[in-house]
């Protein structure tokens, strides 16, 4: 049981109708392992960052027994930078900001002894560098690939390189339809599936998220939530829940990947709770498997004594 995660560590300047934060602690990478690290210790990251990354953050990751061996720190480099913004609807953003600095000259390395990890979460990143990082693992049992509009619109080739070379694929609806260019979620499903991943996961942010194999369609719903401060990381929370639970399990079958999928959103719900990664970083196991047993409440019910049409 292993899990190597890849990804961004970043310092996020967010922006939603309730409030703002400037250079918090985000990137993909971090979200994940956070994430993740609730099901298998200890999570193994890659990834870089530059001389400004706050050492609480470093110390916030090594908490929370995230081993750092692949992280690289460039001193005269500066951290990734992202700023968003978002509306009344917390299901749209805007991106104001990109600064790959210390991605654009990384080549990641894979310590020795994480060559032979079992499962690898690839987070959003450069489709290049999800690359580089798989060419390093000794026979994966599993590999998982997120990514996003930035990638799909500025990187597709790269991309589709990419998605031939992973089991499971996680993104959203709006980035399905951009990558498909197909408006009906099941139908861009399967026209993800047909560049080369054998299991599709579309998110629909409050609306839930859609797993698609090639035997079977399972539609997971959301939490209902009453408070939500901040959307960032929900993506990603979920890619960590979701390879968490199969890492742990070693169980790659589909009623498993279903368990995954209520899992991912479980702590996409957590997350989104907070600002920043706030929601990851002080959660009880109790608390998980309270609301991961909610989420099959939410969608049960039982057959009528009589069907309908019987007088
Ligand atoms: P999510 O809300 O799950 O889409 O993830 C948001 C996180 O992704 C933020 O913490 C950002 O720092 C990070 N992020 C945003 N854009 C990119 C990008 N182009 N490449 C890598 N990470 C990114």
Redesign the pocket.
Known sequence: MSLLVV??L???TIETPFGRVENAI???A??ISLAAGYFINPVRLVGVVGGDFPTGAIKVLEEHDVDLEGLEVVPSGKT???S?RYHYDLNM?D?LL?E?NV?EKFEPKIPERHRKSRVVCL????PVLQRRVLDQIEKPRLTVC?T?N??IEGRNAELRTTLRMVDVVII?DSEARLLSREPNLIRAARLVRDMGPRVVIIKKGEHGALLCTPDMVFSAPAYPMENIFD?????????GGFAGWLARSDDFSDENLKRAVVYGSTMASFCVEKF?VEGLVDLKHLQIQDRFRAFRELSRFDEPPESPDQP
Do not use: E, H, K, V
């Open positions: 990804g961004s970043a310092l996020d985000g990137g993909s971090t979200y990734f930078r992202w968003g953003r991106t990109t790959l991605f987070g959003n990143i450069d997120d996003m930035y990638w959203n959307p960032t990381g929900a993506g990603d929370a979920f890619a920043s």
